[in-house]
């Protein structure tokens, strides 16, 4: 196969910006890298910006494209994620309609492209902003990510679930984005030659103008978001007749879960467990057999945790570390562990899971019941436990939807063990 006939997309949110953004695009054609496009995704601007872009569209060297959305506040996440549905790109590239790239911007991150997926260069204040930045370097250390400069390979893009656009404004959807890959172990590679210069001009009616405040507002927002988070979680598959249907909904709805699998199933089901790494899940370790590991011997225990590893070892070969949980996960069969069992799962590195929401969906009580019951012992920061094998799980797999309803319908919002570990002590209990 040949090269994509084109290899970035670059893409600018905008809204009402046309003064600032035309003179962009105009300025975009000195790039020395030439195998991009260029995609305007417009926040329902009411300026005359879309008629301008697709006036100046003929005149320019490289492709470039509009994509518009209702003005419903600030959307900026949703308008990034507009831009990177329609991208052709394998890398995509993210600055801001007040931002004015160096020439050798897009060759910059071309070249790294080849050594990391997520990237981000350096944006250079102007004098009355450069007091500002320094409180991002007293804060983390380094220049925290900005949506107003930085790349990701548009798989991994996706496979993350984009930006999150319940940030309603552009404070917090970046951070969250950065957040969320570290703790999956991907870190940001700096590019040097990929910087920006901010004009620094003032912010928009209703954000923070200063970087201080910047800062502040990312940190509520997530801490806000953090406060409702619950894992979902199922035990006992892969089995087709409930996974798939399960991974299917998910998929619609772009939820992404935790999913403790059992390895002599993975081996008669391959073709499951890739899709669930190629669509942004977690694989958990649930034994080979799904044994008690309280009545076995050490040796035994052992071996339970250890076929398993070398069964799900090849799905993650050639896997990006960071699709991954950043340390594995283990759960007991039945929750049943004593100091033996338990310590030799921790010998292999193992975080072990509990649950604090654990309907009893085995027992086949009834959808309604099912859906209950977990409603009922939601609380910010758990883990819920239900199952998509080891039995008749259709009761489970209808109950699904009417969960995720009620839990969305309370400001729940259903994320991976992983991303709970990462910035909670979640609530756990055994069953």
């Known amino acids: 196969m040949g090269k994509p006939k084109v290899e970035i997309s670059l893409i600018i949110a905008t809204y009402n910006r046309k003064e600032l953004l035309v003179p962009l695009l105009l300025q975009l054609e000195q790039q020395t890298f030439k195998n991009f496009e260029v995609i305007v995704s417009d ?7 879309v008629a301008a872009v697709r006036g100046l569209a003929p005149a320019l060297g490289y492709p470039l494209r509009v994509v518009t959305q209702e003005h419903l506040g600030f959307r900026n996440a949703r308008a990034r994620n507009n831009g990177a549905h329609i991208a052709q790109g394998q890398l ?3 600055i801001d309609d007040d931002c004015r790239p160096n020439p050798l911007f897009l060759a910059s991150y071309h070249q790294a492209f080849a050594q990391g997926h997520f990237l981000a260069g350096d944006i250079l204040f102007v004098p009355s902003w450069e007091k500002l930045a320094e ?4 804060h983390w250390g380094t220049q925290g990510l900005w949506g107003a400069n930085l790349a990701i390979s548009r798989a991994l893009f996706w496979k993350i679930g984009g930006f999150d656009e319940d940030f309603v404004n552009e404070a917090g959807a970046d951070t969250d984005l950065d957040r969320r890959l570290s703790l999956l172990g991907v870190r940001r590679q700096r590019v040097e030659g990929a910087h920006v210069y901010h004009l620094g001009l003032p912010g928009r009616a209703g954000l923070p103008n200063d970087l201080y405040s910047r800062v502040k507002a990312h940190e509520s927002i997530i801490r806000r978001n953090e406060q409702r988070w619950l894992a979902l979680s199922f035990d006992d598959g ?3 007749a409930y996974t798939i249907p399960i991974l299917d909904y998910l998929y619609r709805t772009g939820i992404r879960a935790t999913f403790f699998v059992v390895g002599e199933k993975v081996c008669r089901q391959p073709q499951i467990i890739r899709r669930m790494i190629d669509e942004g899940h977690e694989i958990g370790n649930h034994t080979f057999s799904h044994r008690r590991l309280r009545d076995l011997p050490a040796s035994e225990i052992l071996w339970e945790i250890e076929t398993t590893e070398k069964v ?3 799905f993650f070969a050639n896997q990006d570390q960071g699709f991954r949980p950043s340390q594995p996960l283990f759960r007991f069969p039945y929750f049943d562990s004593d100091r033996q069992s338990e310590a030799v799962v921790e010998s292999r590195g193992y975080r072990i899971i509990q649950a604090s929401v654990t309907c009893p969906d085995w027992l086949k009580p009834g959808v309604d019941q099912i859906v209950y019951t977990v409603l009922e012992q939601a609380a ?9 094998g080891g039995g008749d799980r259709r009761q489970t797999v209808l109950a699904l939807p009417e969960i995720v309803k009620g839990l969305q319908k309370r400001g729940f919002r259903l994320v991976t063990v992983g991303e709970l570990l990462a910035f909670n002590e979640p609530l756990e209990k055994g069953s």
């Open 43 to 49: 926040d329902g601007s009411r300026d005359g910006t």
């Open 92 to 94: 995509l590239v993210f």
């Open 135 to 138: 409180v991002l370097d007293r």
């Open 238 to 240: 892969p089995e087709p």
């Open 312 to 314: 799900l070892a090849p």
């Open 380 to 388: 910010p920061k758990g883990i819920i436990l239900l199952h998509d």
